[in-house]
């Protein structure tokens, strides 16, 4: 199973904001991304949302992607 890391998703620039919230206390910087970048959220082999992704080289469950095109804010909740 192919997991992405949240590093290597988004290049910094762009226009939309990309925030992850964390259920603990947890927290990771908040990064930039383009359109284009966003959609490396959907795994290009079976055509489905990424479920998990790793941060730092730690593993999370994703449990909800939130996108605000009125205030370019790509917000991921994870577990």
Do not use: W
Not at 27 to 55: C, D, P, Y
């Amino acid at each position: 199973m192919e997991v992405p890391e949240y590093l290597c998703l988004f290049s910094g620039e762009g226009e939309f904001s990309v925030e992850v919230k964390f259920k603990d206390e947890r927290s990771v910087g908040s990064r930039k991304a383009t359109a284009q970048e966003i959609t490396q959220l959907v795994n290009s082999e079976t055509g489905a949302f990424h479920v998990a992704m790793t941060f730092d080289d730690h593993l999370f469950e994703i449990q909800k992607y939130e996108i605000d095109l009125v205030k370019k804010k790509l917000v991921i909740s994870v577990r």
